[in-house]
């Protein structure tokens, strides 16, 4: 079984730069056409969720930077 691993790696490497990169552009546009893509209102939907959630995450850590910074500035004073 290793024999073939070996031969088909020799093989490749008997390929062309130009034929190598011929052959990623085929199967990566063989593999796109398996993807499958989300409508308009889907993506307009996980925008928004997405955009909510940072939105959400920003506040928690403001609230917890200004708490921070109001107990540093109440234990070493100003």
């Known amino acids: 079984m290793n024999d073939t ?12 730069l130009f034929a190598r990169i011929g052959l ?9 056409t398996k993807v499958v ?4 209102n889907q993506m307009t939907t996980y925008t928004w ?13 403001g609230v ?3 708490g921070l910074a109001k107990a540093v500035l109440a ?3 100003k």
């Open 49 to 61: 969720v997405v955009v909510g959630f940072v939105a959400i995450l920003a506040v928690i850590v």
């Open 24 to 32: 990623f552009y085929r199967q990566m546009v063989n593999e796109l």
């Open 75 to 77: 234990v070493f004073g």
């Open 64 to 66: 917890v930077d200004l």
């Open 5 to 16: 691993i070996v031969e088909r790696d020799s093989a490749d490497e008997r390929k062309g």
């Open 37 to 40: 893509w989300p409508t308009r």
